[in-house]
T-cell receptor
Framework: DGGITQSPKYLFRKEGQNVTLSCEQN?????MYWYRQDPGQGLRLIYY???????QKGDIAEGYSVSREKKESFPLTVTSAQKNPTAFYLC???????????????FGPGTRLTVL | GDSVTQMEGPVTLSEEAFLTINCTYT??????LFWYVQYPGEGLQLLLK?????DKGSNKGFEATYRKETTSFHLEKGSVQVSDSAVYFC???????????FGTGTSLTVIP
């Protein structure tokens, strides 16, 4: 089955440590996204990538970094510069242009990061 | 700019009640409109969508009609079940560009 996987589901880190969240997809999608969700709030865009080796900042990129070395993978690093990193992080991809799902986003199950 | 505004929650209904969650949008151009559902501790799942004016999206008893004249895409279900308890997000996107715009989500709790 095609889809998006995120690991781990729960992640605990000490304050001041960098941490990398994994996102992998086997849908052959070009565009991938990272969102942050805080309790009772909507989604805020952190970064997105349209193709390999290219990515753009979203609305709240400060304190985060990404890479896109492979089409299937879009890892997010939460750095120590992120002032309040405890949140639920969602990875998504966009359906292929020219297909029935071209405007849809497909989401992974999320990673809940808690910084102690 | 482009945006989505949806009804604030939380919403609590008894089983078999009628559900409406309001969603309006602001967009330059002709977006596609979506409703996503998020169950506790999970990612978002597409519930239904509509890609042009007057289209009706439907799935699992939920419906929403793309109303260009009122820039709305209200979600409705005639008889909710306990299993419908979740957070519902209205969203829009365009054929061009890569941004998606989400509402803030509406939490629904259905009690037996």
């Amino acid at each position: 089955d095609g889809g998006i996987t995120q690991s781990p589901k729960y992640l605990f880190r000490k304050e001041g440590q960098n941490v990398t969240l994994s996102c992998e997809q086997n849908l052959n999608h070009d565009a991938m996204y990272w969102y942050r969700q805080d309790p009772g709030q909507g989604l805020r865009l952190i970064y997105y990538s349209q193709i390999v080796n290219d990515f753009q900042k979203g609305d709240i990129a400060e304190g985060y970094s990404v890479s896109r070395e492979k089409k299937e993978s879009f890892p997010l690093t939460v750095t120590s510069a992120q002032k309040n990193p405890t949140a639920f992080y969602l990875c998504a991809s966009r359906g292929i242009a020219g297909t029935r799902v071209e405007n849809e986003q497909f989401f992974g199950p999320g990673t809940r990061l808690t910084v102690l | 700019g482009d945006s989505v505004t949806q009804m604030e929650g939380p919403v609590t209904l008894s089983e078999e009640a009628f559900l409406t969650i309001n969603c309006t949008y602001t967009a330059t151009g002709y977006p596609s409109l979506f409703w996503y559902v998020q169950y506790p501790g999970e990612g978002l799942q597409l519930l239904l969508k509509a890609t042009k004016a007057d289209d009706k999206g439907s799935n699992k008893g939920f419906e929403a009609t793309y109303r260009k004249e009122t820039t709305s895409f209200h979600l409705e279900k005639g008889s909710v079940q306990v299993s419908d308890s979740a957070v519902y997000f209205c969203a829009l996107s365009f054929n061009t560009g890569n941004q998606f715009y989400f509402g803030t989500g509406t939490s629904l709790t259905v009690i037996p």
